[in-house]
């Protein structure tokens, strides 16, 4: 089995969703089971931690895992009260941080997100930082304890795809941590294109919750983030300048 | 169902193959069984006309829709003259019409295809016509009898993807007959790329053919084009320049 | 000297611009004396021959090259009567092929250009045929006499860039004769891509005259077009995988 | 005049240029001379201090702005040591900061960076920057006192092209201060396109010194540069989905 391994978890579906932005939640449930989806990210802010049965998590399957994020925090101070405030909610022990505080295009914030991921860490979390690409930051979450690294493919919520890809490519193949790209990603061919080229995952959330069908939406990334992952592991072929003929154009009708 | 109806066939899995370039030809029945393709490409002068048992179709299963091409052929009259000994042989009524006098770039000579297009439909072929991307040449081959029209997405055997897309996604819009991206397809996020754009069909030969693992690569390929396809279905949301918090940039601990 | 040779003429500046579309035709004067473009596109339909006080040509320098363009035509036939119309109002022996009959991409058709193209070339016409990049269509226009070949980058007036680059790329190296782009291009990185990709000249309408400022807009242009051809010339370096220092990452202060 | 002022100078010529692996150093000034290129970096290292008759600096211009560099260094203390180095030489007070720890990729640090331009800047550096696109990082910067911001396009001396546009955009939007593409740059039309977006000027080497004939190749750089600027004043038109015929479609031969 191709299973991804993060904390103390084995992931069959490298397909994550986010849980905001969805027109109607009460489809949450039936877009996880039909597609097989495990792991999902809920904004702790959008949950009303006193009352379970009025806030999104109610429409989080019980088998799903759970990974609450920071989002709303400005500093890493902010984020690791979320995160604690998560856990003992019983939200368990997983946290993506977000540490935000770029109001335009909400780009998160590297050195605070290392920070937070240092004390989360040390505190036994399973910390999944949401970071802008970059390899040193991307070593120093490595160092800090992190269990996977999130970068962006594109600004959160823009649907503009992997314009990040060249740095990213770059974490994959010098990082040893899974990389799962978070933000940016509009379209099933992208994710799958992050996948190809060896990322350990994706997260999707704005491309599926405004989509006409957010259903069939998620139906098709799910199918999209396993088509590429299969590509990769399959090394595909080289590309050439050239078309090479299969046979040679002599008509076989003189033959 | 989403079916593709093409002639008199009902097709479920929008992947079409080609039968060229297999390092062990014997794998591509198992190719299809697993992955569910219906669609296979065969070169007829690949094929010995008189043995069965010694030529490629051997290994093609029973229930495939076979689509014989014209490979080879130099000019309308070849083609024309390489799809009857297909249909005489037994080969069915579909014929996949390739006509290339270009030695270098093996590029498809429209003008010729229209012709045998126009020969053969008459002559209740079911003409799927391999071409270069031009809307007045799809034209003349829907006038022509075509029962879809094949662009290509790059120089066949390049494995470069789709270049030809601000064409092809013309052809998509202004013609009425299924558009199936033929040639040049490299890696599944190019395949759902195109179906996302909504293609009908996308035909991968050599990116199968030449993978580390054709098996593997084949069902890639096969996950990518019903994602494709279902994000089509889906109705993608909106690309934006800018990002949009899906809550508040107000922090939720102050609450 | 780097010239341009085509038909009876030496030209210096690669940039070739069109006359529609400018919200004040009297800029095209200045424009082209302050750039040195020499080589000017008119579509006859927009001149009165009549009175050539009244039309677009009395803004046009004297020295200029001029290109009438057959504009409007649907047919070989219609192509062929402007242009004929066009000689023998004094317009010159210069013509651009234009034959247009889809009213949404206003792509041109490539066999009713290449009839025209064959007639007008036996009359003694230098012509210049605008058309949908295809390597057959290329090569029979050089067969029917044409001066150069004048592909598009995209559909005319859009400013979407070299789109069609991969197959422009082909054509360049296949044909004998200079590949002019034509259409489509919005940015003077795009015509400079062009010519760097060894492109003859680059035709330039919308882009400079729906600009908020045309004439510098017009030296933009003028500039990039140098700059791309100074660059084919120069030969590029590779494009490799891996920085490589320029110098040992050994520090110098130890030394 | 549209010139940049970085510091206490007005710069005329935006291309800014490297001085590493040219094979005949003997070039530069040459090169300087007849583009206009004023701005020049040279690697402290490279640099025999005692000597200058026996060093790259003789084949500056005397009248070039020198921007030493802090090529070598690991740390914010190396870089700090060759910048005061660099000045108490006689090499003025502009210092591009280069912190550089990854051996693959040649990546900055940013962290580092930041931390010597805040010492610098308070010696009375005219502080420049090498860094990873970051909008956080390139905030810090500014705080720290940085006179630009030096983004790369893609990593040093790949000539891989401005992969970093969509961060470097943001950059363009959000900074007040100049930002200027530093490495990666591979061809004019990309140095271009840098300028179209709105940066401020373009530092090239590897694509230079490693062109076929590197004086033309820094003619080229400098016209596109200068191009891509133009272009930017102008003002592009908008860019459209479908062609818009520029007069109606109704042949005039009618009329």
């Known amino acids: ?59 989080i399957p ?32 997983w946290i993506k941080i977000e540490v935000i505080s770029d109001n335009k295009y909400l780009l998160p914030d590297n050195n605070e997100t290392i920070k937070a991921t240092e004390v989360l860490a040390a505190e036994g979390f399973v910390v999944l930082p949401y970071m802008h690409p970059d390899l040193y930051a991307a070593k120093a979450l490595e160092k ?6 999130m970068p ?18 770059i974490l994959i193949e010098e990082c040893s941590l899974p990389i799962i790209v978070d933000a940016g990603i509009g379209k099933p061919s992208e994710a799958a ?19 006409g069908d957010p259903l069939i939406m998620a139906k098709a990334f799910s199918q999209a983030v396993q088509a590429g992952r299969l590509a990769y592991l399959a090394q595909p072929g080289q590309t050439v300048e050239y078309a090479r003929a299969s046979s040679p154009l002599t008509g076989f009708l003189q033959d």
């Open 152 to 169: 962006l493919g594109a600004p959160i919520g823009t649907n503009r795809g992997l314009k990040t890809k060249e740095i990213v490519r």
């Open 1 to 59: 089995m191709d299973n991804l391994r993060i904390g103390d978890k084995e992931i069959r579906n490298r397909l994550f969703i986010g849980s905001g932005k969805f027109a109607d939640e009460g489809i949450i449930q039936d877009l996880m089971t039909e597609t097989g989806v495990e792991v999902v990210t809920v904004a702790l802010r959008r949950v009303d931690l006193q009352n379970r049965q009025q806030n999104v998590l109610r429409h």
């Open 62 to 93: 019980p088998e799903a895992i759970l990974m609450p994020n920071t989002s709303g925090a400005r500093t890493a101070e902010e984020a690791v009260r979320i995160a604690r405030l998560a856990r003992a909610s019983g939200c368990g022990n």
């Open 144 to 149: 800090a304890g992190a269990a996977a690294i």
């Open 193 to 211: 294109e992050a996948m190809e080229m060896g990322a350990a995952a994706v997260l999707v959330n704005t491309a599926i919750a405004t989509a």
